[in-house]
């Protein structure tokens, strides 16, 4: 579509909506926890642990502007993409924060240089008594991380596990997604999404996106046949 | 690992960033780093902004150094030609986008350099937008910044100080010699704009100290002569933010809000504010400062480029 073929929108609302009461958690104690964790009192490094597609991104992102809201220092990472693009002495030059997230520490496993970085990073952290949240797919015990430093390390935090959605659950995840973003989602539209564009969580959240912006510009409500007309186009 | 630190200057940007609807034609790599990054407002104009980036200390002052980084002595003014607009009850100054011919300034000069005899002074040209006024004699008066002044009603920028009087008087004196002289005559008939006032100014102090750089570019004259001074090293064959690898970078990027905004967007995104934004998320870029005269500036550090919850 063209820019002159299309409405231009003033973006009130971040392209993503991270927030706790936003996330349908599985077990209440998690919920709970990370609570408890935001206001960097109680807790000192929690550590997430599931498979992929199971929130952790969202969780993490979420706790970390929450601590940024009452004005705190954070500092956000995802190491799948880090190791990707940047040098293990990236994370030497990164400020003092009161709340370091790590997105998916096992994207280091095997790589040595990672490890010991992530390892001093800790220690340096820990040293200025900051907070940690950190992700991952495998519980530390599982761990293919081989610096035994890292991995005793990683063990001194209290675990949560979280656990992949039911069909029913997504529907409601998405549902109370699409609120936060001021949108109606109906439950035959959610199904409808899941049926048809798979049950990936992220792949689902990144297409409410689009449906956002989309309605948004044409003024239309999330119905079914308008979904179909938005996702052919794009 | 190299520690690169990059400030960028985006001149007359503020015309964007001050406009929330404007605000929604920004690239999205700036509109990321503007969100992400802290915000400190300054409404100090683009020399203000400069003369601070090339000094140890800090520099509060309404004038600006332009006559002495135009070569003069410690007794030289900038006296630079301009068109004055009555505006119902005020007076505008216009100065940038006025071109005058090396004639046209030699005759216009010739026209009004006897009112500067009592004063001793001798005005020659720098260049033909650009003269210069050498006094024996320090005059006990402050003036404003062009750029200060440029567009603006003059009145509340007027010369102070003990001598402020005698420069009004000689400014109404210029202003009645170049009225009808015969290098206007021939503009305005050519549909140009006459040449009926000039503006002093420039005897603003250099810095005592000065702060050196380890690249600076981007083309502007007076980027290149502070650089000058401060023993750095200028270069105006930087079009893109992959040819800087210097540790301490110092860019001006010459945006136009005269000119077609779209495509200089365009062009500023695919050259400079993506690749920041990349480097700066790759670590590859310590941190930036982006500096936008009369709006103020925004500071990022590689991590703040994280923050992707803003």
Redesign the interface.
């Known amino acids: 579509m063209s820019l002159a073929e299309t409405q231009?929108?003033?973006?009130l609302s971040?392209q993503?909506i991270?927030r706790l009461d936003n996330f349908l958690f599985a077990k209440q104690e998690t919920k709970h926890a990370l609570q408890t964790f935001c206001q960097l009192e109680e807790l000192d490094f929690l550590y997430l642990a599931g498979e992929s597609g199971t929130g952790k991104t969202h969780l993490l992102?979420?706790c970390?502007?929450s601590v940024?809201q009452m004005g705190k220092r954070?500092?956000?990472?995802?190491l799948s993409e880090?190791v990707k693009?940047?040098?293990p002495?990236?994370l030497?030059?990164?400020?003092q924060?009161d709340l370091l997230c790590l997105d998916d520490v096992d994207a280091i496993a095997g790589l040595p240089e990672w490890e010991e970085a992530v390892f001093h990073c800790f220690n340096r952290l820990h040293d200025a008594k900051g907070h940690l949240l950190v992700s991952a797919q495998q519980t530390p015990a599982n761990s293919s991380i081989d610096l035994p430093d890292l991995r005793s390390r990683l063990a001194t935090g209290l675990v949560y596990q979280l656990v992949m959605m039911t069909d029913e659950q997504k529907q409601q995840a998405l549902i109370l997604q699409a609120q936060s973003r001021g949108l109606m989602l109906t439950t035959d539209v959610a199904q409808y999404l899941l049926r048809h564009y798979g049950r990936d969580m992220p792949a689902l959240m990144a297409v409410l996106q689009e449906l956002d912006k989309a309605s948004l510009q044409a003024k239309r409500k999330l119905t079914i046949p308008f979904i179909r007309q938005v996702l052919a186009n794009g | 690992?190299a520690?690169q630190t990059l400030t960028l200057i985006l001149t007359e940007f503020s015309a964007i960033v001050a406009n929330?609807?404007n605000q929604?034609l920004l690239p999205q790599s700036l509109r990321k780093l503007i969100k992400r990054g802290q915000f400190i407002a300054s409404e100090d104009k683009l020399m203000q902004r400069l003369i601070a980036l090339f000094s140890k200390e800090t520099m509060r002052c309404d004038d600006f150094p332009m006559a002495s980084l135009r070569g003069g002595t410690a007794f030289s003014l900038c006296v630079d030609p301009c068109y004055l607009q009555a505006d119902r009850d005020q007076l505008l100054l216009f100065h940038r986008g006025l071109t005058l011919k090396p004639t046209e300034a030699e005759q216009l000069i010739d026209t009004i350099a006897y009112l500067f005899d009592d004063l001793g002074g001798s005005l020659t040209m720098h260049s033909p937008n650009q003269w210069l006024l050498t006094m024996p004699i320090k005059p006990d008066v402050e003036f404003m910044g062009l750029d200060r002044v440029d567009h603006h009603a003059v009145a509340e920028f007027l010369p102070r100080g003990a001598d402020a009087g005698l420069w009004i008087r000689l400014w109404n004196e210029i202003q009645m010699a170049l009225f009808d002289c015969p290098v206007n005559q021939t503009r305005e008939a050519e549909g140009k704009v006459p040449v009926n006032s000039v503006w002093f100014w420039g005897k603003g102090a250099m810095p005592t100290e000065w702060q050196a750089w380890s690249h600076v570019s981007g083309q502007d004259e007076i980027l290149a002569s502070l650089s000058d001074h401060s023993g750095s090293t200028w270069r105006d064959d930087i079009h893109d933010f992959s040819n800087i690898q210097a540790n301490q970078a110092l860019h001006l990027v010459n945006f136009d809000s005269d000119k077609d905004w779209a495509s200089q967007l365009e062009a500023l995104d695919k050259n400079w504010f993506t690749p920041i934004y990349k480097a700066l998320?790759?670590?590859?870029l310590?941190s930036i400062n982006i500096i936008i005269p009369g709006w103020g500036h925004y500071q990022l550090?590689?991590?703040s480029v994280?923050?992707?919850?803003?």
């Open positions: 231009l929108t003033l973006r971040p993503e991270y992102i979420a970390a502007e940024q954070v500092i956000y990472l995802s880090l693009t940047a040098e002495a990236a030497q030059a990164i400020e924060a | 690992m520690r929330p609807l929604s998320k790759r670590f590859q310590d550090t590689a991590a994280w923050k992707i919850w803003l």
